[in-house]
């Protein structure tokens, strides 16, 4: 599945496909590439039970990976590791298999890691602080962009 994706000239896959288990709603999976460097790939089916239009949940993926990216070049945020979608060789965010699932591809950002909840109030800050940067990184974005991928997700009333 990985060389649907150009993810670089001569990468082939060296190792197995890890599946990543702790997440609840897209198949995900690790796997090692080697090119002229050894690289690791987030290769994941979205769940199409969940997100119903994925075409516009790319769109709002590559949107905002874009504006991030662009934002970390022109110097307005910290400098590091961020997320990469990247494209099939057709130039799509994502591949549609023969039985009609749903791919897309990311770089695997090291020395990352997630939890399904926090354990202390030490990892509840260090969320926080996260989820913070990552709002900062969005000011300015042009919000009226996005697509409502599940319809009424926030409006905790109606939910």
Not at 29 to 50: C, H, M, S, Y
Request: glycine share 6%; net charge neutral.
């Amino acid at each position: 599945m990985l060389r649907q994706f150009a993810i670089g000239t001569g990468y082939s896959v060296i190792s197995k496909p890890l599946e990543l288990t702790e997440g609840h709603i897209n198949s995900t999976f690790l796997l090692e590439a080697r090119g002229d460097e050894v690289k690791r790939f987030i290769l994941q089916k979205i769940n199409t039970f969940v997100f119903k239009q994925p075409e516009e949940l790319m769109e709002n993926v590559v949107r905002v990976t874009r504006f991030i990216k662009e934002r970390s070049n022109a110097g307005t945020s910290a400098k590091q590791d961020y997320l990469t979608v990247f494209p099939t060789h057709a130039g799509q965010s994502f591949f549609v298999d023969t039985e009609g699932s749903y791919w897309r591809c990311y770089n695997y950002i090291e020395n990352s890691y997630s939890l399904q909840a926090a354990g202390n109030v030490q990892e509840a800050y260090r969320a926080a602080k996260a989820f913070g940067a990552f709002q900062g990184m969005l000011d300015g974005f042009p919000i009226e962009q996005l697509h409502e991928t599940i319809p009424d997700f926030h409006n905790t009333a109606k939910r």
